[in-house]
T-cell receptor, first 112, second 112 residues
Framework: RKEVEQDPGPFNVPEGATVAFNCTYSNSASQSFFWYRQDCRKEPKLLMSVYSSGNEDGRFTAQLNRASQYISLLIRDSKLSDSATYLC?????????????FGTGTQLKVEL | DGGITQSPKYLFRKEGQNVTLSCEQNLNHDAMYWYRQDPGQGLRLIYY???????QKGDIAEGYSVSREKKESFPLTVTSAQKNPTAFYLC???????????FGPGTRLTVL
């Protein structure tokens, strides 16, 4: 089983739609969680951290379910500019420190 | 402006040649990382450094070498021993409010 698993997509949605991405992780000792956004041929950029209680930033909502080892990202009222690949990232203990493990990403295409 | 720079943006190399990718940060971060990204795959950790003059192998260190003589700089050498060096190489440093990773713009290496 992969350490971090995501549905690769692509998700093709019309502008204004609500879309949800899911991510599961295998290491129950994982300590912190992030969603990154990566545009084509660019570097990943932090979209938001994921808090245990869930958190919202504008049109974006992140949820964490530790019992099910599951993270989600909800995008409301999607815009053309939201088209990108969304990476689920998990911080796991490793070698006395911590290591970020990246999912392969879910591709979103928002269309007119 | 604070950030991470990588150079060059595109690099072409003949088989059998070593090549060094530059990564510089002025964020005053202690920890720095090198990843490679291949199409359809997540980021894979090559090497990381938690502090100056110290570094550890990541998941795919074979065929690569690094140095960390200065806090600001973490160059990566891709040696001729690396079997499949053509990839997108990303450097990152860790810090910030959520202790997240910030990425440089990447170097796209092609071996001819």
């Amino acid at each position: 089983r992969k350490e971090v698993e995501q549905d690769p997509g692509p998700f093709n949605v019309p502008e204004g739609a609500t879309v949800a991405f899911n991510c599961t992780y295998s290491n129950s000792a994982s300590q912190s969680f992030f969603w990154y956004r990566q545009d084509c041929r660019k570097e990943p950029k932090l979209l938001m951290s994921v808090y245990s209680s869930g958190n919202e930033d504008g049109r974006f909502t992140a949820q964490l379910n530790r019992a099910s080892q599951y993270i989600s990202l909800l995008i409301r009222d999607s815009k053309l500019s939201d088209s990108a690949t969304y990476l689920c990232v998990v911080n796991v203990p490793a070698g006395g420190g911590n290591k970020l493990t990246f999912g392969t990403g879910t591709q979103l295409k928002v269309e007119l | 402006d604070g950030g991470i720079t990588q150079s060059p943006k595109y690099l072409f190399r003949k088989e059998g040649q070593n090549v060094t990718l530059s990564c510089e940060q002025n964020l005053n971060h202690d920890a720095m990382y090198w990843y490679r990204q291949d199409p359809g795959q997540g980021l894979r950790l090559i090497y990381y450094s938690q502090i100056v003059n110290d570094f550890q192998k990541g998941d795919i260190a074979e065929g690569y070498s690094v140095s960390r003589e200065k806090k600001e700089s973490f160059p990566l050498t891709v040696t001729s021993a690396q079997k499949n060096p053509t990839a997108f190489y990303l450097c990152a440093s860790r810090g910030g409010r959520y202790n997240e990773q910030f990425f440089g713009p990447g170097t796209r290496l092609t071996v001819l």
